[in-house]
Nanobody, 116 residues
Framework: VQLQASGGGLVQAGGSLRLSCAASGINFMAYVMGWYRQAPGKQRELVATVISSSSTNYADSVKGRFTISRDNAKNTLYLQMNSLEPEDTAVYYC???????????WGLGTLVTVSS
C-alpha cells in the first residue's frame, strides 16, 4: 500500500497550494480519505475527510479556506488550500481509513510552510 502525497512547498500568507495524494494497493472507494497535519511541537490533527463529494468534514480552523476532494477514477485525494496562514505551517499527511474494517494507512507527508 502506498499513499504518495505531493504539492507541499513554501508560500506567502494569503497564497494557495494544492496537495495531492496518489493511492495504490487499496480499493480506493472502500476508504474514507483524509488529510491530517502536524505542526512542530504539536500533535497530529485532523484537517478534513471525504467519503464522497456530498460527505465531507473539516476542522473549524480550515472551514471556508480548504476544500477536500477525491477522484475515484484516479485513486487520488486532493486538498485545495486557499488564504493560507502561518498557522497552517505543518507536515500534511494523507490517511486512508477503511469504511468497515479497522484498517488505516498513512502516507509519509508533505511539508507546507506559510511565511508571514
Amino acid at each position: 500500500v502506498q499513499l504518495q502525497a505531493s504539492g507541499g512547498g513554501l508560500v506567502q500568507a494569503g497564497g494557495s497550494l494544492r496537495l495531492s495524494c496518489a493511492a495504490s494497493g487499496i480499493n480506493f472507494m472502500a476508504y474514507v480519505m483524509g488529510w491530517y497535519r502536524q505542526a512542530p511541537g504539536k500533535q497530529r490533527e485532523l484537517v478534513a475527510t471525504v467519503i464522497s463529494s456530498s460527505s465531507t468534514n473539516y476542522a473549524d480552523s480550515v472551514k471556508g479556506r480548504f476544500t477536500i476532494s477525491r477522484d475515484n477514477a484516479k485513486n487520488t485525494l486532493y486538498l485545495q488550500m486557499n488564504s493560507l496562514e502561518p498557522e497552517d505551517t505543518a507536515v500534511y499527511y494523507c490517511n486512508a481509513n477503511h469504511i468497515i474494517r479497522r484498517v488505516a494507512y498513512w502516507g509519509l507527508g508533505t511539508l507546507v510552510t506559510v511565511s508571514s
